[in-house]
Each structure stands twice: as C-alpha cells, then as structure tokens.
C-alpha cells in the first residue's frame, strides 16, 4: 500500500500539488482511488494524513544522517548504511531519536526523498510534511483563492543613482531651454558713440571739460543718453550738469 501511496504522491508533487501550507485537496481523493484501485484497500483522508506523518519522520531523521561524514545509504537493504560502530555511536549519543534506524528497512526511500527534499525547510514558520498534511481543504481553497487575487505589487523606488541622473536630465533640459529663450531675445539697444558726440555738439554752449564729462557718463549708460535725448535742447545741459 505504501508504494501505491507514494507513487501518488510523487506524481502530484511533480505536477505543482504539493503547495508550501500542504497537500491540495484532490491529491487525497487520487490517493484514495488509486489505492483501491492498486491494493483493492479502502482508506481515507485521516489514514493518509498518518502514513504521511511517518513518511515525514523518516525523512526528517535518515536525511540528517546521510548528511554527516560516515553514513550513506544501502540501496539494496533499504537502510541506512554506517562506516563503523564508533560512527554510529558517537552520532546516536547527540541524536537520540535515530537510534531505532540503525538496521531499520525503509523501502521506497528515493519516493519519499523526492516528495520531502524541498519540504522541510528551517526558520520559525518551517512547516514539516506531516503538519503541512494537517492543513484543512478549507485552508487549503482559501490560499488557491488568495493567490488568484494577488495585490498588485509596489513600484519599485528608483535608485538613488536612477533619481540623480533624472534630475541632471531635467536640470538640463531647464538650462537649454533657458540658453533658447535667450538666444530669442534682441540684443540690447548700443547707441554708438559717434551719435552721442554729435548729439552733445548741438546743446548750445556744450564745449570743453563739459563736453568730455558728459560724453564719458553718457557712453557708460545706454539710460542715461536715453533720458538725455527726452529733454528738451535748452534742459539738457543743466542736467547734464548735474549728474554725479
């Protein structure tokens, strides 16, 4: 019955059906049917659930040996196999459950090794393959259903590299478009000098000292020539006069 079992067994598993919380609900019924089909034995659900409790011990203790220096496994006596007494010995002191293993013949260990290799994992929410068979149907339906109304996942935040780069990107952007703006822009009203000379000649009485102080601000200062051509002839020389 064991092996009829097991072969079920394997073949769910390999088929996706040995879910993290435990055995989805139709690899029972199989097992079930199988069984009767193969043993002509009735069984159900809760004899399941005990064969696969002691799969799981099996596993549990013989995996931990074979994973020690000195212990291999005998394929043709379905047992574990010890490089010496001493070995064994010195193993059992720490390992006290592992002692009734020592000529104990478990058959169809590459089938329960294969269903339990990936099932016992360590940390504090581990779950062992006889707890994970324990797991009502109704858990069972309500993780299938969970998993199919996934939420959505987070965005990622970008990297602190990514968001530097991205604000280089439209710090550059800003800039050249800023460089076009300016770029449009005329260029500033330069009245050449000439125009000014001329211009200071024709203010009655505007010769000498006074004609090279005002020529000089009014060169230097676009507004201030601007400001001067706004007056009229006979003011522009007392303001001109005036300024600093």
Request: glycine share 4%; hydrophobic share 35%; aromatic share 6%.
């Amino acid at each position: 019955m064991n092996f009829a079992l097991l072969a079920t067994l394997v073949e769910h598993h390999n088929r996706g059906d040995h879910a993290q919380n435990g055995w989805k609900p139709h690899v029972y019924n199989a097992c079930i049917r199988h069984v009767k089909e193969t043993c002509d034995v009735v069984i159900n659900k809760d004899k399941i659930v005990a064969r696969i409790k002691t799969f799981d011990k099996h596993y549990d203790i013989i995996s931990k040996m074979l994973a020690q220096s000195g212990f291999g496994w005998d394929w043709d006596n379905n047992m574990v196999s010890v490089e010496s007494d001493e070995v064994w010995a010195r193993y059992v002191e720490a390992n006290k459950d592992a002692a009734p293993y020592r000529n104990k013949e478990v058959k169809n260990w590459q089938a329960i090794s294969t269903i339990y290799s990936k099932d016992h994992a360590t940390g504090a929410g581990a779950r062992t393959g006889g707890e994970c068979a324990q797991v009502g149907s109704s858990s069972v339906a309500q993780v299938e259903e969970d998993d199919e109304e996934t939420p959505e996942a987070p965005k990622k935040r970008p990297r602190t590299a990514d968001a530097i780069m991205s604000m280089v990107g439209e710090l550059r952007c800003t800039f050249e478009d800023a460089l076009k703006t300016t770029v449009a822009l005329p260029p500033p009203k330069v009245t050449p000098p000439s125009e000014i000379l001329a211009e200071l000649k024709k203010i009655p009485t505007m010769e000498g000292t006074d004609l090279l102080v005002a020529y000089g601000k009014l060169t230097a200062n676009e507004r201030t020539f601007e400001s001067l051509m706004a007056l009229p002839m006979e003011m522009r020389k007392p303001w001109l006069l005036t300024l600093p």
